[in-house]
């Protein structure tokens, strides 16, 4: 799933939930002045801070435009000491398209802590800036924290009357929203993914303050799927971030293929900090794996053997333990990589396999193609080939699909290209390096150039239509691995999707992720 897809997915997700941490009542926030100062437009705008642990003291904040109704917003009054009268001389402040600077405001709560706020406030605009100090007894340094609104709140709330002032609670308990809180049955290999946004509420539900990155103190929420059999936790896969959108945080865990089917728990843990004790929020999540015990070893072995009685079955892929014809052993090693014809952030046209996951075919306006090589070092001078097999695994992100007839098509590749850091293939070039004049191009990106960058017919193709079924795959690569034992030079080959309309084959996970059964690998037979 592309990252900004998913990050305004989840987000818009988080709008209108009902908070569970224990929260200021809103309703009961006072609403008076003593007195208020001498404001010029007839539409001024009133927002309230509640300060503290409990709320206890409530910041009114008003602005005003100084030259009259209309002509702009350029003046802030703020109750700094919190005795309700605005008109004091050093509680009015200048501001403009920058904002308006509101503290430091000082409050000590019922139970001796000390805190200072400083604001940053700035009107229609949700890029606020807030931040709370809190010094509890006992304590020798003071903690800050560092709060904004989250881009689907729009900006900072206001009211042109007091009585209908929006409220935001600062210094208060801190609230760990997860969006989704349901989640749909998991697929062995897909992605589990939700959204944890972190920080304290305001009385219109989304105009809740929240910490960048759900980062308090530096610390981020963590979180786990926690694996169950018979009710007893055997294993914990952790989940990793993602995306910090607009403050809030998405999570990713693949579903690995050691997970049995049946429910299991998501468990997200947010630290103990100065502002609140340690929570934890468990989510139940049914899993789906017809493949639980049926993957090590690779049925595809026992099918080569049988049908090869007398040659070696080698299973080749990324850091596999090789036991060769004679006794001999060698590591397995498979390079992969990707290009997008689409530039990315990256101001490059490379598919990142760093991430497990490389995409096949269209995908968001543009063509996305693999590039993969199976380490045949190890293979005797003259060894006898009988038979090798390309087995990918794809899954769907959930933003592509398969319109009409077509083919995942293999070609051999002619040169050299190159895997991750310095060096990298992607859609232009065969090796990039970031500003180097010396990165090599494919003849035509990518390697399109029959002859150049890759064989004029395809060696392998497995056809695809609207019904076609994501999950392991395989391609039977036998006469290209013939040719590189005989030694014909091994560039690999290009996977590639051709075919009208809208053809996504679906996400190769890669020889990066950890669970080593889902990486790509070729089952080859051969005798010495």
């Not at 009542?25 to 003593?34: G, S």
């Not at 405001?105 to 606020?128: E, P, W």
């Not at 963590?222 to 945080?249: H, M, S």
């Amino acid at each position: 799933m592309p990252r900004t897809a998913l990050c305004a997915t989840l987000l818009l997700a988080i709008t209108g939930l009902t908070f569970d941490a224990a929260a200021l009542d809103f309703a009961k926030v006072p609403r008076d002045l003593k007195k208020a100062p001498d404001l010029k437009s007839a539409k001024p705008q009133y927002v309230l801070f509640a300060l503290g642990a409990e709320g206890s003291k409530v910041l009114t904040v008003v602005f005003d435009e100084s030259g009259g109704t209309g002509k702009g917003y350029d003046t802030v009054y703020f109750d700094k000491n919190l005795n309700g009268d605005l008109s004091e001389p050093d509680e009015k402040a200048a501001g403009g398209k920058d904002g308006f600077k509101v503290g430091p405001i000082a409050l000590k709560d019922a139970d001796g802590s000390a805190f200072t706020f400083n604001l940053q406030l700035k009107l229609n605009d949700y890029t606020c800036g807030f931040n709370v100090e809190v010094l509890r007894p006992g304590q020798a340094k003071p903690a800050q924290f560092g709060m904004q609104l989250l881009p689907t709140s729009s900006a900072l709330a206001t009211a042109e009357t007091l009585a209908k002032a929006p409220v935001y609670h600062l210094g208060g308990p801190l609230n760990m929203i997860v969006a989704p809180t349901t989640f749909p049955t998991a697929k062995v290999g897909d992605y589990l993914s939700f959204s944890i946004s972190l920080g304290t509420p305001g009385s219109l539900g989304n105009n809740n303050l929240n910490f960048y990155n759900a980062s308090c103190n530096g610390k981020q929420p963590q979180a786990v799927l926690r694996v169950l059999k018979d009710a007893k936790v055997i294993d914990e896969v952790p989940f990793t971030g993602g995306c910090a959108c607009g403050g809030g945080y998405v999570m990713n865990a693949r579903v690995p293929s050691r997970v049995p089917p049946g429910k299991h728990q998501i468990v997200v843990q947010e630290a103990a900090s100065a502002l609140q004790p340690a929570v934890e929020r468990v989510y139940e999540v049914n899993v789906e794996n017809p493949l639980y015990g049926k993957l090590d070893p690779d049925p595809l072995i026992a099918e080569a053997q049988n049908k090869f009685p007398k040659a070696t079955v080698l299973n080749i892929y990324r850091g596999a333990d090789l036991k060769l014809a004679g006794g001999a052993s060698a590591k397995g090693e498979f390079a992969d990589a990707g290009g997008y014809s689409v530039r990315n952030d990256h101001g490059n046209d490379l598919q990142d396999s760093g991430a497990g996951n490389l995409r096949l075919g269209t995908w968001f306006g543009g063509d996305n193609r693999v590039f993969l090589k199976p380490g045949l070092s190890m293979l005797p001078k003259g060894a006898k080939v009988q038979s090798a097999l390309l087995k990918i695994y794809l899954h769907n992100e959930g933003y592509g699909k398969v319109s009409g007839p077509g083919a995942i098509r293999a070609y051999p590749i002619l040169r050299d290209w190159g895997e991750g850091g310095a060096g990298h293939a992607c859609w232009t070039y065969a090796h990039f390096t970031d500003k180097d004049p010396k990165s090599v191009a494919w003849g035509a990106p990518g390697c399109e150039q029959p002859g150049v960058d890759r064989g004029e017919k395809a060696v392998a193709e497995l056809k695809l239509d609207k019904d076609f079924a994501r999950g392991f795959v395989t391609l039977d690569v036998t006469e290209q691995v013939k040719a590189w034992a005989g030694g014909a030079p091994n560039n690999g080959l290009l996977l590639k999707v051709e075919g009208a309309g809208e053809m996504y084959a679906g996400t190769m996970l890669s020889s990066e992720i950890d669970d080593a059964p889902f990486r790509p690998k070729l089952i080859l037979a051969y005798e010495p």
